[in-house]
């Protein structure tokens, strides 16, 4: 059981690298590749400086911290991007939030103690100097557990495309069968008086199409006034509503 534990372990690193089937690892190697994960250290950014690239964020954290094993940026929404550009905005790509992996843990977290809420500085004519940082150190967080995040949100965000597309059309489907109806009853209607002009009958008015609601109702005192007296002066009229 604990060989088949070691070399189920040794595939999930060998994926991890990327590594064929017929590639192999030693034992040392792989031991040396699971203490560097394990030391490695994650630092969040819940804010990224206005229009700063992975190059330029990769490079100053590499300068504050050393060596850099991953980064991950989230980019604005792209409604908010196209409303800023029509409003004459500047219309360069903005990051929102980002997590950045170092090396050494020991390392990130030094970053996130001594860059929090100081100034990005480098000079006047640096584009973020005045910006200030926002970074926290994640302890035992790991980079796969935010690959899984990211994972579940993308199957998230496609579930919720699904449904809504699904309801769409429903909607869709349901707007063409209501057309065609009306279309039936038209036709229907067409015919009616075709057949009443032919044989010189008067035409009577058309009727409501199925669903409608017919109920009586008496006659407005301002359609009686000056009318002829009758016999029953609040008749009732037959009013149909459609649907």
């Known amino acids: 059981a604990a060989a088949a534990a070691a070399g189920a372990g040794a595939g999930d690193v060998m994926a991890t690298l990327g590594l ?3 590639q192999q690892l030693g034992k040392k190697q792989l031991e040396a590749y699971t203490a560097r994960l394990a030391r490695r250290g994650v630092v969040y950014l819940p804010r990224i400086p206005q229009y700063m690239k992975y190059s330029k964020l990769k490079y100053l ?10 980064l991950h940026l989230v980019e ?10 029509k409003a004459g905005g500047n219309g360069k790509k903005r990051f929102v939030e980002g997590w950045v992996e170092f090396a050494d843990k020991k ?15 480098g000079g006047h004519r640096n584009f973020h100097a ?12 790991k980079w796969d557990m935010l690959t899984e995040k990211l994972q579940h949100e993308r199957m998230v965000r496609r579930q919720k495309l699904a449904a809504q597309l699904a309801q769409d059309r429903r909607v869709a489907e349901h707007f063409t069968q209501l057309v065609q109806e009306n279309k039936g ?14 044989s010189g009958e008067p035409q009577a008015p058309p009727e409501a199409p199925s669903g ?5 109702q008496r006659a407005a005192l301002g359609a009686l006034v000056g009318a002829a007296p009758t016999a029953n002066p609040g008749k009732l009229l037959r009013v149909t509503e459609e649907p």
Do not use: C
Not at 76 to 85: T, V
Not at 115 to 121: C, R
Not at 189 to 198: D, V
């Open 20 to 22: 064929a089937a017929h």
């Open 61 to 70: 954290m590499e300068q504050a911290g050393g060596e850099v094993t991953n």
């Open 76 to 85: 604005e929404d792209a409604s908010l991007r196209r409303r800023r550009r």
């Open 107 to 121: 390392m990130a977290k030094a970053v996130a103690l001594s860059l929090n809420n100081t100034p990005v500085g």
């Open 130 to 141: 005045s910006d200030l940082w926002n970074i926290k150190y994640l302890p035992r967080f």
């Open 185 to 198: 009853f038209e036709a229907v209607q067409a015919r009616k008086r075709a057949r009443m002009a032919q």
């Open 212 to 216: 409608g609601r017919s109920f009586a």
